[in-house]
């Protein structure tokens, strides 16, 4: 049921690209595997592009499986603990809800303890506003990417990732999204920097987050069920 499911997505996303009059492969789908077993993932990751999990320590537990997928990127979508850095940068090929400083900086001085290479995020912003999500204001945004290119060398922004409001209808999603990409588009002009990837989109709105510019869909419940 899982790859069928995954079959019947991608033919949304398919539609909802030829109506944005992008092309296809500009749009990737990422599976949330929060709470699911690691035999459903073993099942879906074929058909993905990326694999996302919302907790560090469930995604240990899964990824230090020795049957667990490994061709695939695994992206680190929950929010990110300053103490947890250490082990995510161990675990995941990226971390996209980065959202202050204290977190670039921790980030930054683990990959230098470590020699490591350098290590992609995407900057998670909270376009709606809601005191519940987490992510920088889209207003503080810019202060924090430019932190990043100044001071943490080794800590390299490739694009944003945002959610909209649960319960938004049609016209607040096209605009929530819109000004994601928006404020994308501002940020690359005043820094010199290139953040090509949007990270918006999930089970209930990735159709109009495809038509606003997004560029990873994160789906969960429509691949593997309710939770």
Known sequence: MIKENIEIIR????????????????????????????DEICEAAPFLDFIGENKVQEAEKKKGNSSAPRNIPWHMIGHMQRNKIKKAVEIFDL?????????????????????????????????????????????QAENLLCHILKNCSLVIPTGLMTMAREVADEHELHKTFATARMLRDTLEKKTGARLPELSMGMSGDFEIAIEEGSTIVRVGTSIFGIR
């Open 11 to 38: 033919q949304k996303i398919e539609k909802s690209v030829k109506i944005s009059g992008r092309k296809l492969d500009e749009v990737r789908l990422m599976g949330v595997t929060k709470y699911h077993s690691l």
């Open 95 to 139: 971390i996209e809800t980065i959202d202050n400083i204290e977190a670039a900086d921790t980030l930054q001085n683990v990959l230098a303890k470590k020699e490591a290479s350098p290590f992609p995020i995407f900057i998670e912003v909270n376009v709606t506003g809601e005191e519940s999500k987490n992510g920088i204001p889209s207003v």
